[in-house]
Each structure stands twice: as structure tokens, then as C-alpha cells.
DNA sequence: ATCGAGAATGGAATCGTTCTGAATTGGGTA
DNA sequence: TACCCAATTCAGAACGATTCCATTCTCGAT
């Protein structure tokens, strides 16, 4: 949850050098509260609140939104991909392998990229991402193995 | 690449508990040599050297090896997922953002999970995946932008 | 108020993968 | 060695997520 508020997000389009329209503002709206959701749910959110709007609308306004670097887009193995707001610091996810849950954890080391491979084979790296896989609270004290396990 | 010969490919699906089949003979001797292979290029690689396989027996026999812990699957994001032979010790992977192309790196810490993150929010942590992204030596020196830049 | 580029729409198409059910086959057993 | 059953393969359909297309709409500069 980034400490975006309604009002702060039309300046923010602007800043981007966005046009300011419904469909982005609604998704950008419903991004701040409700992390890592996917286009699916951002876009069944968007018309229970705010009306209607186009599936292929979601993905435009995501994708102009991630160029803009106002969002960050993430996709663990296994699901579709999700989408963040914060971006720029250099955070990593926790995934539930039972549930999907996805949580932030801050970087173990720094600045990004927060590691240099040992040998990186004369690639130029730019970006470091680092995916936890465990069980989240919930899914550990379940006893039963989940119905949908995961296989990786 | 690991150095398993054709010859004990055989004895690895019987160890594995696992049925001996021209199909599986076919797919991991075509993975031995051709790391980070997609389903469909090793579909093809099979069906070119030993002759004919479904596309849902490729599906199937990779599905089989995985959970036999033969193979191991990665899912870059934007890729189809891919399988290497390398399994067990904890190494992790370099994509190229250009052209895709995928190099292993040895793990920076050492044992797995080789990262603790500072804060799990209560999640029991089972494995830390990192993936680095840049652009390969190859596409380093190409000037003009790929066609089909990634996104990410 | 006008107009053009950018954005939204709806529909179809694509890709990778999974599901289903029938046919085949490996390999333990009689 | 022949037999049999469960494991495996096959074929085809179904599926979810995403992208592509052409048309219509609308923001915002003039």
C-alpha cells in the first residue's frame, strides 16, 4: 500500500506523461488498495465500484501504466501475471505455494541489483528478482494438504 | 549439461521408480544435450531424431520427470516454461531480456534456501528462486533495438 | 468549439498448457 | 513364454491469459 491518495493520482498520470482518462484512474485507484492483483481481479473491482470497463481496457491501462513505470508487473510461475505499486525500491515476493498468496519482503542486501552473480557467462545484468516459496500462516496450520497443491 | 551418458539414462528412470518407455528414453536423452528446453522445442528436437511423439506425451513424460525430481522446470517470465537437468544443487539462472536466451549461475550464498529474507511475514520459506536480468553478450553488440523487445 | 492523436471497445485469434477418454504397452506374474 | 493390469501414450477438445485488429470514442491542445 503505497500512501497514494485519490487525489494524488491525476497529478501522478500527468507527471507520466499519461492522458487522463476513467479507465486509469479507476485501475490506478483500485491498484493502491489491493495489492498484487491480476488483471482479471482489477478488472471485476473496477466495475463493481466504478462501472464499466472493458477486459481489454485493463490490459491497455496496465500496460501503459507499467511502461509509465507507475506499476510494476510480477508473475510468479503458476499465475497470472500480478501487478504493484511500488516500484523503484528494490523489493522481493514471498509466494504461498498452497494459497498464491504473494507478500513484500524487503531486500536482503541493498541496492539493486541487489546481487552480482558469481560468474554472470558476459551478460550485462540490470535487474536482480528474487521469488521466497513457502507456505504463508494460513496454509501452514491447514492440516489437510490443499485441495489445488501446487507441483512445483 | 550433466554428464549423464545415454546408457544410464535407463537405470535413472528405474531408480526413479518410473517406467522405461521410448518416449522418456527420448525426451531426457534430447534434454541432456540442449539445456533450458521449452515442451515444444523438445517436441520437435525428439520428433527430428527418433521419430514421433504427441505433444501431450512431451507434456506428460516432463510432467513425470519433474515430480520424479529428474528435471527441473523454470518459468521465466514472459517464456514458455523450460526444463534443465541440473536438479538439486542450488544454482539459479541469467535471461536475456532480448532474445531470451537462458545461462545457469552458480549460487552466490551457498546452501539452499540460499537467501533468508530479513522479514517472512510467517511464511515457511522451502526455496529461494533468483532469476538476473540483462542482456546476453550476443544482443549486447546488436545496435539496432530487437524486433520483439520484452516489455519487462 | 474544433480537431487529431491517443485511448477504449468488442470480437476474434493465438499461445501454452491441461483435461478427458480411449487405445497401447511395459514388466511383473502364472 | 504367454497373460494381464496398471501405467503410459495418444488424439482431440477445452481452457485461461494475453494479444491483435479495426472501429468508435474522447482528452486536451489550439
Request: glycine share 8%; charged share 25%.
Amino acid at each position: 500500500m503505497t500512501p497514494t491518495g485519490r487525489e494524488e493520482l491525476i497529478p501522478a498520470l500527468r507527471a507520466a506523461g499519461l492522458r487522463v482518462t476513467a479507465p486509469r484512474v479507476a485501475v490506478l485507484a483500485e491498484m493502491t488498495d489491493g495489492e498484487h492483483m491480476t488483471a482479471d481481479q482489477l478488472a471485476l473491482a473496477v466495475r463493481d465500484r466504478l462501472g464499466t470497463i472493458s477486459t481489454q481496457a485493463v490490459y491497455d491501462v496496465l500496460g501503459a501504466l507499467t511502461k509509465a513505470g507507475l506499476l510494476r508487473r510480477i508473475e510468479p510461475a503458476g499465475s497470472a501475471a500480478r501487478y504493484e505499486t511500488r516500484v523503484g525500491d528494490n523489493h522481493h515476493h514471498v509466494v504461498c505455494r498452497a494459497c498464491g498468496a504473494i507478500t513484500d519482503v524487503d531486500c536482503v542486501v541493498g541496492e539493486p541489483p541487489c546481487l552480482s552473480p558469481a560468474s554472470a557467462s558476459g551478460f550485462v545484468i540490470d535487474e536482480a528478482e528474487v521469488t521466497f516459496w513457502g507456505l504463508c500462516p494460513d496454509c501452514q496450520t491447514t492440516s489437510k494438504p490443499t485441495e489445488k497443491e501446487r507441483v512445483r
